[in-house]
């Protein structure tokens, strides 16, 4: 209690485990130093498409879903294909070139392709984009603090079931105990567990849009 009153808890998620367990000087200086992440086209490209995802998950942009599942592209939509335009210019550094623009085409229709509204499993009673958790957890004599984002979260049987869906734009699929022992996954279903209590059941997939 002392120690917990004296430091501060560090807030947690995913990727800081991640990045402390494969390297303790990039953590420091990351998240301590502050020092300027260099960034990738691989992750501006992953940026868009969640925007998109996040954008279309509303209901009033179903029209756009419907245009580009139809079509193949999202080039069928032109306010999509200019919203996308212009996510794709502003990244840093920008991914607005032909091939990067047709890479994000085929992960958003592949994104879009599998169950985006979650209706396969009958129609969801509530369906979230880019659901946010920043939670205090106390746990027996552990005390931590976790946060992160779930790219879609869908409630079905008044709460007591949950699908966290995850996009991914990486190359590398999960393999060995990236599948048995996901950090991310342990993560979600912890966040699910604390937002919804009644929440029996939670399924994690991860997408892998390439």
């Known amino acids: 209690k002392i120690f917990k009153n ?26 301590v130093n502050k020092v300027p992440d260099s960034s990738n086209t691989g992750a501006s490209r992953g940026s868009v498409c969640h925007n998109i995802f996040e954008y279309l998950g509303k209901d009033r942009h179903k029209k756009h879903f419907d245009s580009v599942i139809e079509s193949g592209s999202t080039k069928s939509s032109k306010a999509l294909s200019k919203l996308i335009k212009i996510q794709s210019s502003s990244q840093d550094p920008p991914v607005d070139g032909e091939e990067d623009l047709d890479l994000i085409d085929k992960f958003i229709v592949n994104g879009l392709s599998y169950d985006f509204y979650g209706l396969d499993r009958g129609k969801p009673d509530e369906a979230i984009s880019e659901k946010v958790f920043d939670l205090e957890v106390e746990d ?21 079931k949950a699908i966290v869906r995850d996009f991914k734009t990486s190359k590398k699929v999960y393999v060995g105990s990236e599948i048995t022992d996901n950090l991310q996954n342990l993560m979600y279903c912890l966040a699910v567990k604390k937002l919804y209590p009644d929440c029996e059941e939670v399924r994690t997939e991860f997408l892998f849009l390439k």
């Open 140 to 160: 027996d004599n552990n005390s931590y603090h976790i946060y992160g984002f779930i790219d879609k979260l869908f409630l079905y049987d008044k709460g007591k």
């Open 6 to 31: 004296i430091m501060p808890h560090v807030r947690l998620s995913a990727s800081r485990i991640s990045t402390v367990k494969k390297c303790s000087w990039v953590y420091w200086s990351k998240y």
